[in-house]
Protein backbone atom coordinates (compact mmCIF):
# COMPACT_ATOMS: atom_id res chain seq x y z
CA UNK A 1 0.00 0.00 0.00
CA UNK A 2 1.02 3.34 -1.20
CA UNK A 3 0.35 5.87 1.32
CA UNK A 4 -0.60 9.63 -0.58
CA UNK A 5 -1.63 12.82 1.13
CA UNK A 6 -3.77 14.84 -1.07
CA UNK A 7 -3.85 18.60 -0.35
CA UNK A 8 -6.40 20.22 -1.15
CA UNK A 9 -7.10 23.48 0.78
CA UNK A 10 -10.07 22.45 2.63
CA UNK A 11 -8.63 20.20 5.36
CA UNK A 12 -9.68 16.47 3.62
CA UNK A 13 -6.65 14.52 3.20
CA UNK A 14 -6.53 10.46 2.56
CA UNK A 15 -3.67 7.38 2.89
CA UNK A 16 -4.10 4.58 1.21
CA UNK A 17 -6.89 3.13 -0.52
CA UNK A 18 -10.34 4.63 -0.99
CA UNK A 19 -12.96 2.40 -0.07
CA UNK A 20 -13.90 1.49 -4.13
CA UNK A 21 -9.96 0.35 -4.58
CA UNK A 22 -9.92 -1.72 -1.33
CA UNK A 23 -13.03 -3.62 -2.29
CA UNK A 24 -12.26 -4.10 -5.96
CA UNK A 25 -8.48 -5.72 -4.23
CA UNK A 26 -9.77 -7.57 -1.28
CA UNK A 27 -13.21 -7.95 -1.90
CA UNK A 28 -16.38 -5.98 -0.67
CA UNK A 29 -17.00 -9.28 2.00
CA UNK A 30 -13.72 -8.82 3.25
CA UNK A 31 -13.50 -5.13 4.22
CA UNK A 32 -14.47 -3.63 7.20
CA UNK A 33 -14.74 0.18 7.93
CA UNK A 34 -15.07 2.12 10.68
CA UNK A 35 -16.26 5.98 10.55
CA UNK A 36 -16.68 8.59 12.76
CA UNK A 37 -18.22 12.13 12.36
CA UNK A 38 -18.47 14.76 15.36
CA UNK A 39 -17.26 18.34 16.31
CA UNK A 40 -13.74 18.92 16.85
CA UNK A 41 -13.70 20.13 20.25
CA UNK A 42 -11.41 23.34 19.02
CA UNK A 43 -14.81 24.57 18.11
CA UNK A 44 -16.68 23.75 21.41
CA UNK A 45 -17.05 27.35 22.75
CA UNK A 46 -17.74 28.84 19.87
CA UNK A 47 -21.38 28.98 17.41
CA UNK A 48 -19.95 27.73 14.39
CA UNK A 49 -19.84 23.81 14.80
CA UNK A 50 -18.58 22.52 11.52
CA UNK A 51 -17.82 18.79 11.85
CA UNK A 52 -14.61 16.49 11.44
CA UNK A 53 -15.15 13.08 9.30
CA UNK A 54 -12.98 9.98 10.15
CA UNK A 55 -12.52 6.77 8.44
CA UNK A 56 -10.33 3.85 8.84
CA UNK A 57 -10.82 0.89 5.73
CA UNK A 58 -9.72 -2.29 7.35
CA UNK A 59 -8.91 -5.90 5.58
CA UNK A 60 -10.42 -8.54 7.04
CA UNK A 61 -10.08 -11.05 9.27
CA UNK A 62 -6.75 -9.17 11.54
CA UNK A 63 -8.37 -6.11 10.37
CA UNK A 64 -5.02 -4.91 8.35
CA UNK A 65 -5.94 -0.67 7.59
CA UNK A 66 -5.29 0.08 4.62
CA UNK A 67 -6.63 3.32 3.88
CA UNK A 68 -7.46 6.18 6.29
CA UNK A 69 -9.65 9.17 5.50
CA UNK A 70 -10.43 13.02 7.35
CA UNK A 71 -12.37 15.80 6.57
CA UNK A 72 -11.49 18.59 9.08
CA UNK A 73 -9.36 20.52 11.00
CA UNK A 74 -5.67 19.07 11.54
CA UNK A 75 -6.46 16.52 8.47
CA UNK A 76 -3.05 17.20 7.14
CA UNK A 77 -1.28 17.35 10.44
CA UNK A 78 -2.99 13.74 11.33
CA UNK A 79 -1.94 12.71 7.82
CA UNK A 80 1.78 13.09 8.25
CA UNK A 81 2.18 10.43 11.23
CA UNK A 82 -1.12 7.99 10.33
CA UNK A 83 0.44 7.05 6.98
CA UNK A 84 3.18 5.91 8.27
CA UNK A 85 1.51 3.38 10.29
CA UNK A 86 -0.65 2.86 7.20
CA UNK A 87 2.25 1.66 5.06
CA UNK A 88 3.34 -0.30 7.85
CA UNK A 89 0.90 -2.70 7.86
CA UNK A 90 -0.83 -1.88 10.92
CA UNK A 91 -4.23 -3.14 12.28
CA UNK A 92 -6.81 -1.95 13.83
CA UNK A 93 -5.96 -3.69 17.21
CA UNK A 94 -2.63 -2.12 17.19
CA UNK A 95 -4.32 1.17 16.81
CA UNK A 96 -6.95 0.82 19.62
CA UNK A 97 -3.37 0.44 22.30
CA UNK A 98 -1.57 3.58 21.03
CA UNK A 99 -2.12 7.10 22.39
CA UNK A 100 -3.14 9.68 19.04
CA UNK A 101 -1.15 12.41 17.38
CA UNK A 102 -2.35 16.37 18.30
CA UNK A 103 -4.52 17.47 17.65
CA UNK A 104 -6.98 16.06 19.98
CA UNK A 105 -9.01 14.79 17.14
CA UNK A 106 -6.71 12.46 15.96
CA UNK A 107 -7.43 10.42 18.89
CA UNK A 108 -10.94 9.34 17.41
CA UNK A 109 -8.42 7.18 15.16
CA UNK A 110 -7.44 5.08 17.87
CA UNK A 111 -10.49 4.79 19.96
CA UNK A 112 -12.70 4.53 16.94
CA UNK A 113 -14.35 0.67 18.22
CA UNK A 114 -17.23 0.24 15.73
CA UNK A 115 -17.89 -0.45 12.26
CA UNK A 116 -20.87 1.77 11.28
CA UNK A 117 -21.88 3.16 8.47
CA UNK A 118 -22.95 6.96 8.68
Known amino acids: ?3 SVLSSGINAEYGGL ?3 EAEAQYGADNIKIFQSKFTN ?3 SMTTRKPKTYMKLIC ?5 RIVGL ?3 GLGADEMLQGFAVAVVAGATKKQFDSTVAIHPTSAEEFVTMSWGLSI
Open 41 to 43: MFY
Open 18 to 20: TQA
Open 69 to 71: HVL
Open 1 to 3: VCA
Open 59 to 63: VLPEE
